[in-house]
């Protein structure tokens, strides 16, 4: 069984029909505004990917990242790969607790692979289980956040009885008091980041692991030579390196976030949380929200464990905000 997932438009055309003025897409939580994508040479298209770019992209992402050593920055073709590799790795099933509510990925990936997995509600549940610990920081869908130094201590206790933790810290970079990449290489503890999010071009697919040690060696050989095209090693070097970008989308998103607040709240709904690149909200009409948006062609992220709530993307221009606008004044929210 599929997860469902944000962003499927060829589902809600099938469920919705085609809008008349196309679909406006606020249910991934990508950056609605991404990175300009540079002017990229033929080479970079026509040959492999050059060791040298590999090596240049390492460099670029533990500067952005805040990572000593390069050598922990491990890049991969998405982190969706990381999550169908990384299961496989281990020779005996392990007892994998995963906090929730969160990114539904993670379990299915575990389970798939014959693991023994569960959700829990706190680390101190997971902690007295689990060989392995998933923690999503910031959490997708909610947005709630893990204290930085206290999942160091829980990653090195872990490591002391073979255990392992995996902090999936995809929308960290407008989250900073989430990012715990500062801590890469430490025994025990596994990061994976996302590049797409953020700079708003996950088509790319290009992500990154963060981590030292016999288990990050054998998740190289897993995922081979040439884990990442060219043209992505080098977008991604670029937009790494591109501090004044980086400050003042950083600076936008929040503005973004803080408007989009105010939007839901007009019409209603209850905003409990989310990061500056998605909003979680509470209505007990989410459902009919859901169906009504999706009816003016407006597709949000339900979920079906949580009925009465919905994440909500940023609107990426005036236009985009407008129609948002317009469709809730139709709705009635309580």
């Not at 055309?13 to 196309?22: A, H, I, N, V, Y």
């Not at 008091?177 to 996302?194: C, F, T, V």
């Not at 050989?221 to 501090?243: K, S, T």
């Not at 009919?288 to 979920?303: K, N, S, T």
């Amino acid at each position: 069984m599929s997860v469902f997932h944000g962003g499927n438009l060829a589902g809600a055309t099938e469920k919705f029909g085609q809008p008349k003025d196309g679909w406006l897409d606020l249910s991934t939580g990508i950056n609605p505004n991404p990175y300009p994508v540079p002017t990229l040479s033929n080479d970079v298209w026509g040959r492999l990917p050059d060791h040298d770019l590999v090596v240049a992209l390492k460099k670029a992402a533990a500067h952005y990242y805040g990572v000593a050593d390069e050598s922990c920055v491990i890049p991969v073709s998405g982190t969706q790969t990381l999550l169908q590799i990384l299961p496989h790795l281990f020779a005996k099933p392990s007892k994998v607790r995963i906090l929730e509510p969160t990114y539904k990925e993670h379990a299915h990936c575990w389970t798939l692979a014959g693991h023994d997995v569960a959700g829990v509600k706190t680390l101190e549940e997971a902690e007295a289980q689990a060989d392995i610990i998933i923690v999503v920081n910031p959490n997708n869908p909610t947005g709630a956040i893990y204290d930085g130094a206290a999942l160091a201590a829980l990653a090195a206790r872990l490591f002391a009885k073979g255990g392992l933790l995996i902090v999936d810290g995809a929308f960290s970079d407008c989250t900073q008091q989430a990012d715990i990449s500062a801590h890469a290489g430490k025994p025990g503890l596994l990061i994976l980041r996302s590049f797409g999010k953020f700079f708003g071009l996950a088509g790319i697919r290009l992500g990154f692991v963060l981590a030292q040690g016999p288990l990050a060696d054998r998740l190289k050989e897993g995922i081979g030579p040439w884990a990442v095209n060219g043209p992505a090693l080098e977008i991604g070097r670029q937009a790494f390196l591109d501090d004044k970008w980086i400050g003042q989308t950083q600076s936008h998103l929040l503005e973004q976030a803080q408007r989009l607040d105010g939007v839901l709240s007009a019409a209603g709904l209850h905003v409990e949380g989310g990061t500056s690149l998605f909003r979680f909200c509470r209505s007990m009409q989410a459902q009919e929200i859901y169906q009504a948006l999706g009816r003016h062609g407006i597709l949000v992220r339900p979920f079906a464990d949580l009925p009465d709530h919905l994440r909500v993307g940023l609107p990426g221009n005036e236009s985009e905000w407008i129609r948002l606008e317009n469709s809730l004044k139709t709705l009635r929210c309580d």
